[in-house]
């Protein structure tokens, strides 16, 4: 019965059962659609996930109050000073401000992730009209083992956390953890729906450079059998021809049913270009979608980073701050936070730079097919699509403040060590000002 119930999981014949994982975070209100298998295969708006949405939001405001009311905050269970203050207190404005644009967009932005399946749906149909098919079990395995990856890290995240709480004898109260762990599961929930989104449009490259790669090898063997035809007898050149129908006949060795790749690479050339404009739309809605919520995500993540950081110099620079039996522990929380947020950051790079680079693969095996091939109608159709891949690049921002590649790790890595070597002159001159006082008194 297990064994028929997991098989019946791991299939995958088209787009709706490939994002089968994703549509499980509905329960939460951070996917508010629905699949539709039946004969019509759409994809639908779901007021139960909408409302699912709004009451996960509601319980974290509850939670977030109510935890400021009480005074209560992980960081202030360990020492309080002048710039842990503010530390956390930036931590709580813009951790607020993250769930806002988050949840917001989940919700009222919710038609813009259902056009971009939809669109998917769409350009599927076209690579079906050139005998290719998607391999959708391998995304769905992908979309199962992300998922299951942010479930175990964040549970084995969660678990470690309160468990060096526990051991550093603190007790937080249920809604000040709550607090502090809703943003973190909100947080990875986001940032899985945008490494579904991505390898969406990510393996759709690859398949629109899988056929480029095929019209070029066909071209490649076409012209090595034309320039040694001359050099054989009549009969070799029998055998050229019937290695040419052969060549021109077969498909491709994944995916392909009845290819014409071959048989009408003009005809294919016109639809990579089509298919090309809608994936770069996709990658648009994708931005769009995911623009404020990941800026968001990354600016908390910074933070996060930064003060994380401080407050292990803090503790290495004046250790008496700290009970001898609560520093292991002190450290261990905070390292294993500033990890955790560095992993989220380094997911959110590889995902859209992932993408970027299968996008930016076209412009290279279209330049090489126009060196080696003589037909006009082909050449005209391979400058068009060149000129379209030079205008319709792929990127991904964050509100077009900064683009979310490789580049982001560098920077923010820049950014956080300026701005702790500041942190940490703030906090010497905070010291030897306090130190000059207590001599005046002392004096006096």
């Known amino acids: 019965m297990v064994l028929k119930v997991l098989q019946r ?22 996917a ?35 935890s400021i009311r009480e005074g209560d905050s992980i960081i202030g269970y360990f020492f309080q000073t002048n710039i842990t203050k503010l530390g956390d207190g930036t931590l709580r404005l813009t951790g607020i401000i993250a769930m806002c644009t988050i949840f917001g967009f989940a919700m009222f932005k919710r038609q813009r992730l259902v056009s971009i399946i939809q669109n998917n749906i769409i350009v599927d149909e076209i690579f079906v009209r050139l005998g290719m098919k998607l391999d ?41 953890f ?19 989104t991505t390898h969406l449009a990510q393996s759709r490259f690859s398949m629109v450079n899988e056929i480029l790669q095929d019209i070029l090898n066909g071209h490649i063997e076409l012209n090595s059998a034309l320039e040694l035809s001359p050099m054989h007898s009549v009969v070799n050149n029998h055998r ?21 790749i071959r048989q009408n690479p003009e005809y294919a050339i016109k639809q990579v270009a089509n298919i090309h404009n809608l994936l770069c739309d996709i990658c648009h809605t994708i931005e769009e979608y995911f623009t404020y919520p990941l800026l968001g995500i990354i600016a908390i993540s910074f933070l996060f980073i930064l003060f994380d950081d401080f407050y292990i110099l803090e503790a290495l620079l004046n250790p ?42 076209s412009a290279a095996i279209v330049h090489k097919i126009l060196n080696i091939t003589d037909d006009l109608e082909l050449r005209d159709r391979l400058f068009r699509l060149s000129l379209q891949l030079s205008h319709r690049k792929v990127k991904f ?12 790790i560098f920077t923010i890595t820049g950014a956080a060590t300026c701005y702790l070597i500041i942190l940490i002159q703030f906090r010497s001159t905070h010291h030897v000002e306090d130190f000059g006082t207590t001599n005046n008194t002392d004096y006096m």
């Open 240 to 260: 050229y021809a019937h290695r040419l129908r052969n060549l021109i006949s077969t498909p491709m060795q994944r995916y392909s049913v009845t290819s014409i």
């Open 32 to 66: 508010p659609f629905q699949l539709n298998l039946n004969a019509d295969k759409e994809v639908h708006t779901s007021s139960y996930s909408f409302i699912a949405g709004i009451v996960h939001f509601l319980f974290f405001v509850l939670c977030f109050v109510a």
């Open 397 to 408: 921002t964050a509100a077009g403040l900064f683009r979310l590649d490789r580049t982001l």
């Open 136 to 176: 959708y079990r391998r995304i769905l395995l992908f979309t199962f083992l992300i998922s299951m990856g942010i479930v175990i890290f964040n549970v084995v995240y969660m678990c470690v956390s309160y468990g060096l709480l526990v051991s550093a004898t603190i007790s937080p109260s249920f809604v000040t």
């Open 320 to 361: 008496k701050r700290l009970d001898y039996f609560e520093a292991d522990e002190f450290f261990a929380f905070f390292l294993t936070q500033m990890i955790w947020y560095i992993v989220i950051i380094f997911l959110i790079v590889e995902a859209s730079s992932s993408t970027i680079r299968h996008s930016s693969c």
């Open 178 to 196: 709550m607090a502090f762990a809703l943003p973190h599961i909100n947080i990875s929930l986001m940032v899985f729906k945008f490494l579904c």
């Open 9 to 30: 999981m791991s299939q995958a014949d088209n787009v709706f059962q490939s994002l089968r994982p994703l549509t499980y975070i509905s329960l939460v209100g951070l």
